[in-house]
């Protein structure tokens, strides 16, 4: 019903930075929130960044506070994560999630990688 597509994930050098993006598709009207999760191999997924999409609140993990910034653009139903300082503990793939007012997410895109190199 929802699709979701990233892009921008890449190979960094440690204290570079990148832009994640977020399209959604579909049935996009009722959208509570959009989030940003992570899973690195062998690690379970966790959460990083999320933004509620009428209001545009916030919530960011402590881990990368400072460092990123989620924003959206309303008009293109599209979500950002702006990545700054970034660290090679920072690799892994980066999915987004659409929340429909419910507890948890509902629609998951496939993910795009991030590799930050030391």
């Known amino acids: 019903q929802v699709q979701l597509v990233e892009a921008g994930g890449g190979l960094v050098r440690a204290g570079g930075s990148l832009r994640l993006s977020c399209a959604a598709s579909?049935?996009?009207?009722?959208?509570?929130?959009m989030g940003w999760f992570r899973q690195a191999p062998g690690k379970e997924r966790e959460f990083v960044a999320s933004?509620?999409?009428?209001?545009?609140?916030?919530n960011v993990a402590d881990s990368v506070k400072g460092r990123f910034t989620i924003s959206r653009d309303s008009a293109k139903n599209t979500v950002y994560l702006q990545m700054n300082s970034l660290k090679p503990e920072d690799t892994a793939r980066y999915s987004c999630?659409?929340?429909?007012?419910?507890?948890?997410?509902?629609?998951w895109g496939q993910g795009t990688q991030v590799t930050v190199s030391s």
């Open positions: 933004i509620n999409w009428s209001s545009g609140s916030t």
């Open positions: 579909g049935s996009t009207l009722s959208t509570y929130k």
């Open positions: 999630a659409v929340a429909r007012g419910g507890p948890g997410y509902d629609y």
